[in-house]
């Protein structure tokens, strides 16, 4: 399959920590890519490879990965973070696809 | 620093092609990378479109991919996008990005702006 699944929303206290998931055959090969879009915006890569962060992105992002499911954790949630997030990755066939998905809301 | 602009109209009339250039600045398309294209309709998620290697090797989207073509003009340092037939469903944000591949992962790191492209008579 070259899909990838995601939770349609989550939502965490402001502080805490929230794990948002991806699913799909294609993370058995590749390390998921992450990314995060607020409304208006360009989406904005935070995490890629086994636990990488781009330049510029805090180090309460981070990502981790087991079997078929890659996970991005934000640890101490802060309101800024209130946005969509998705996930990519390759597929066997050599086509890029991204997850349906999250959108993550700060209480 | 890396930038991308994307360019084109915003209007395309049904059953028309649709037509958008990603102008890169910062970067040598014929360098390396991957070079794609990502859309939004309106409210939704992102999809994937196609990517062109800097080699000149293309890969679409299988759900597109009849009317999907992507090419390079390296001489002006930007690769296009042409989109034909479309429909009301082809409304969306179209973003051009670079991608890279590393730590057995492939990423966009650099995004356009994004160009909202409408299918209306």
């Known amino acids: 399959s070259s899909e990838l699944t995601q939770d349609p929303a989550v939502s965490v206290a402001l502080g805490q920590t929230v794990r948002i998931t991806c699913q799909g055959d294609?993370?058995?090969?590749?390390?998921a890519s992450w990314y995060q879009q607020k409304p208006g915006q360009a989406p904005v890569l935070v995490i890629y490879?086994?636990?990488n962060r781009p330049s510029g992105i805090p180090d309460r992002f981070s990502g981790s990965s087991s079997g078929n499911t890659a996970s991005l954790t934000i640890t101490g949630a802060q309101a800024e973070d209130e946005a969509d997030y998705y996930c990519?990755?390759?597929?066997?066939?050599?086509?890029?696809?991204f997850g349906g998905g999250t959108k993550l809301t700060v209480l | 620093q890396v930038q991308l602009q994307e360019s084109g109209p915003g209007l395309v009339k049904p059953s028309e092609t649709l037509s958008l250039t990603c102008a890169v600045s910062?970067?040598?398309?014929?360098?390396?990378?991957?070079w794609g294209w990502i859309r939004q309709p309106p409210g939704k998620g992102l999809e994937w479109i196609g990517s062109?290697?800097?080699?000149?090797?293309?890969y679409y989207n299988p759900s597109l991919k009849s009317r999907v073509t992507i090419s390079v003009d390296t001489s002006k340092n930007q690769f296009s996008l042409k989109l034909s037939s479309v429909t009301a469903a082809d409304t969306a944000v179209y973003y051009c990005?670079?991608?890279?591949?590393?730590?057995?992962?492939?990423?966009?790191?650099?995004w356009g702006q994004g160009t909202l492209v409408t299918v209306s008579s």
């Open positions: 062109i290697y800097h080699s000149g090797s293309t």
């Open positions: 990519n990755s390759r597929d066997s066939s050599g086509n890029w696809v």
């Open positions: 294609s993370l058995r090969s590749y390390y």
């Open positions: 910062g970067y040598s398309i014929s360098s390396g990378y991957y």
């Open positions: 990005a670079r991608h890279d591949y590393g730590g057995n992962s492939y990423y966009f790191d650099y």
């Open positions: 490879g086994k636990n």
